[in-house]
């Protein structure tokens, strides 16, 4: 798979650790920032791993900020795009098994970079489940197209 990465300044030195266990997998990785640690605004970034997710450049997306929270509410604005806050593996393979997340969501000021890696590594290994969470996903993606 092929997976964009993004992040803000506060989630910059999780990003590049995070880029590390992605390859490890065996997945590509798309760096779509940021570069440092200097101030930057999140939705820049949450816009940029969404729309490749969206237009099939990337199978699936990461975004880290300080707390998660910024970055899926930004990507979740993206039509096209389920993006998860995930603290810990239950709610990864959950937003998998039940949502079909297509973003995962971590926070580096709030979850420590072992439990982003080990969280992620569920995410990317979960399948969506279809079946009744089929129908609860069209109903998300018919909203998004009403709204």
Not at 85 to 96: V, Y
Request: glycine share 10%.
């Amino acid at each position: 798979m092929k997976i964009a990465i993004g992040a803000d300044h506060a989630g910059f030195a999780a990003k590049e650790e995070i880029k590390t266990v992605i390859k490890a997998l065996g997945h590509t990785v798309l760096d779509q920032g940021t570069s440092g640690e200097v101030s930057v605004d999140y939705p820049d970034f949450a816009e940029k791993v969404s729309r490749a997710v969206v237009s099939g450049e990337a199978d699936k997306g990461v975004l880290i900020c300080g707390t998660g929270i910024g970055m899926s509410i930004a990507a979740n604005k993206v039509e096209g795009i389920r993006a998860a806050l995930i603290g810990d593996e239950k709610t990864a393979a959950l937003s998998r098994q039940h949502n079909d997340a297509n973003v995962f969501c971590a926070g580096s000021r709030i979850t420590p970079v072992v439990k982003i890696a080990e969280s992620l590594k569920v995410w990317l290994q979960t399948p969506f489940e279809g079946g009744r969470h089929q129908n609860r996903v069209s109903k998300i993606t018919a909203l998004e197209k009403n709204c």
